[in-house]
């Protein structure tokens, strides 16, 4: 038996989407800057690609912008809107739980003379709503803060963030990191005001290597990446035809038959149930705990993604439970798979509030909609089987 649940750190992709890119490969080889019919063809699948990707996004097409990853979303991003409007102020502001590829942007940006606010969060994962008002000044030209935390789950309320930042100065850049929420949980960029969107497609069973940024129009920011000119000059560089068709199929296929006006992402509803479900199971293991758990199913429905599960095995060392788990065929995380080059805590887990002796116990249980409740049977069962006799090893 093998059963995958570390889908936040990549997921599967889908046949469809390896059909699409096989087809895009044989038939839109050509260079989409060409001139010649098969240019031509080429650039077809990515006006086709965007046009889906648009109309799910409810934005123009001009305001997406094909990346290699959405590390390379968050840094143009980051960069270009703090970089563009440095004259007008130095003070920029994200949160104490951004994934590395932004957090670490701004510690760049902090040493190049910038004033770096980090908001800090609940024992929930929740931004300090206050904090954030009182940080707010004349001199603040950006903020970025993620909807959704890669390594907990929790959902940050966004529109009310994003109105806070507008109603104090409509010229502050707003950026959110939507990696894992898109395709996850409905995203409204107007209602919330977000300025620039960062989205990745190996999140949600797309290809590794492709992602974008939405830009609103209106918003300018220089580019990361100078060259031929492509894509309106802000990512020159000749683009992979084969992995942003794959993209769009992928996200098509996320938002299949919707009919809302602000799309939701299918299959949600089902994880959801799954979740609680697993969150049921997990909680009747002995000195385990979730990380940012809402109290009322209705609101880890608003503030908990469907599909990430971070649970604290008190006793045990991460690691040793993540390897446990995969000589029976169980495969999940012990944090952020974008940090493990980093050895060190969470500072996701240690923003929180957890005790210094609980941060190095967490396991990350990351689903995606091809998980069954047999599944989570079989992964409460041989939790049950391992925790007591790993808890036998604990240094005292």
Known sequence: MEIYLDNAATTKT?????????????KGFGNPSSKHILGVNAEKYIKDATKTISKILKCNPNEIIYTSCATESNNTAVFGAALKRERFGKHIITTQIEHPSVKEAFIELEKRGFKVTFLPVDSKGRVDIDALKDALDDETTLVSVMIANNEIGTVQDIETIGNIIKDFNKDIIFHTDA??????????????????????????????GIGFLYKKNGINIPPLLYGG??????????????????????????????????????????????R????????????????????????REKY????????????????????????????????????????????VIQAIGTEKERQDSNIRFSMDEFITKEDIDYVIKTLNEAVPFLRQFTRR
């Not at 889908?14 to 044989?26: I, K």
């Not at 300025?195 to 590794?208: M, Q």
């Not at 993209?247 to 949600?268: C, G, L, R």
Request: glycine share 8%.
């Open 229 to 274: 000119g492509q894509q309106s000059g802000m990512r020159s560089g000749t683009e992979p035809v084969f992995l942003i068709y794959g993209m769009s199929v992928a996200i098509e296929n996320a938002f299949k038959d919707n009919t809302s006006v602000i799309p939701v992402p299918k299959h949600m509803n089902d994880i959801y149930e799954l």
């Open 14 to 26: 889908l046949p469809e989407v390896n059909d699409a890119m096989r087809e895009v490969l044989e």
């Open 276 to 299: 609680e479900y697993f969150i049921k199971g997990l909680k009747s293991i002995e000195n385990v705990s979730i990380n940012g758990y809402e109290d009322t199913e209705q609101d």
């Open 179 to 208: 990696v894992q929420a898109f395709g996850k949980i409905p995203i409204d960029i107007k209602a919330a005001n977000i300025d620039l969107l960062s989205v990745s497609a190996h999140k949600l069973h797309g290809p590794k």
């Open 304 to 347: 908990f993604l469907p599909n990430i599960i971070s649970a604290t095995f008190d006793g045990i060392r991460a690691e040793v439970l993540l390897h446990a788990l995969e000589e029976k065929g169980i495969y999940v995380s012990s944090g952020s798979a974008c940090s493990s080059n980093k050895p060190g805590l969470s500072s």
